[in-house]
């Protein structure tokens, strides 16, 4: 009786590991295109990326490069300070992009220009994304944003 019941205990187990084995290999498969990686333009100059790998690159909009074209084409230099990689861009650009600004694109990098297929700009004067700021650190490149007063000037001061 005891064999019968140890036996049934050990196919449980080993249907469970199967179905665990079974799923995440499936998770694995449906996530292959979803993982985007972020990487620095000193990175991407470094060791080119393959032409039909998505990845988001981000950095500073390099002063000067910043071009419109016809219709909704853009033409811009993406830089962190020790590289600098052409982007193209087709499509409106969000309201607080500019030069010398922080930036994250995902895309790919085809003939030595990065081909965004979306572009992120910073939220405020103070926000950075993590990686960009990240990435920039590590060039020495980056500044840190001027601190506020954190009480305005006209505000009433009260003391008890």
């Known amino acids: 009786m005891k064999s019968l019941k140890k036996k049934r205990r050990i196919q449980v187990i080993v249907l469970a590991f199967v179905a665990l084995a079974i799923s995440t290999g499936l998770i694995g498969y449906a996530m292959r295109d979803g993982i985007n990686f972020f990487r620095s333009p000193s990175e991407v100059a470094e060791a080119p990326p393959a032409p039909n790998e998505t990845f988001r690159i981000g950095g500073l909009v390099e002063s000067g490069t910043l071009v419109r074209g016809a219709g909704e084409t853009v033409r811009f230099s993406v830089t962190d300070g020790g590289a ?6 087709t499509g409106i650009l969000p309201d607080l992009f500019a030069e010398n600004q922080g930036m994250v694109g995902q895309g790919r990098y085809v003939n ?41 000037a006209d505000a009433p001061v009260t003391t008890n």
């Open 84 to 89: 600098s990689i052409p982007v193209t861009y």
């Open 112 to 152: 030595g220009t990065f081909e965004a297929t979306e572009i992120l700009a910073k939220h405020d004067e103070t926000y950075m994304p993590k990686e960009v700021t990240d990435a920039l650190r590590e060039q020495g490149v980056y500044r840190e944003p001027e601190a506020e007063d954190a009480t305005p």
